[in-house]
Nanobody, 127 residues
Framework: QVQVVESGGGLVQAGDSLRLSCAAS????????MGWFRQVPGKEREFVAA????????FYSDSVKGRFTISRGDAKNTVFLQMNSLAPGDTATYYC????????????????????WGQGTQVTVSS
């Protein structure tokens, strides 16, 4: 069974930075995308950023573009999310997903594009 593990969350002040890590193991398919989503209680999981593995390239939600950067690690099936200029509105549980289907960037903005998810890591930004 594929295992996805996120780490790096915490409590920070507005304007601070955090770096989240995500590693997927026991992956038996060709990874096409790894992405970050976030969720607050009572709301749907929201797309944050994604990295295409075979075609290359990354893309972001408008709310984080210019502040967050997704990157691949040297280890297989590893991605990071560098979050700068954090604001209270970024407070959420951040989830990492991995997907094996080749599709469009638009599709990768939806939770259904991802086959496996981690348990999430909490990010809290105080004002």
């Amino acid at each position: 069974q594929v295992q996805v593990v996120e780490s790096g969350g915490g409590l920070v002040q507005a304007g601070d930075s955090l770096r989240l890590s995500c590693a997927a193991s026991r992956v038996t398919f060709g990874t096409q995308v790894m992405g970050w989503f976030r969720q607050v209680p009572g709301k749907e999981r929201e797309f944050v950023a994604a990295m295409r593995f075979s075609r290359g390239g990354s893309f972001y939600s408008d709310s984080v573009k210019g502040r967050f950067t997704i990157s691949r690690g040297d280890a297989k099936n590893t991605v990071f999310l560098q979050m700068n200029s954090l604001a209270p509105g970024d407070t959420a549980t951040y989830y990492c997903g991995i997907g094996g289907r080749s599709d469009s960037n638009a599709y990768y903005r939806s939770v259904s594009a991802y086959d496996y998810w981690g348990q999430g890591t909490q990010v809290t930004v105080s004002s």
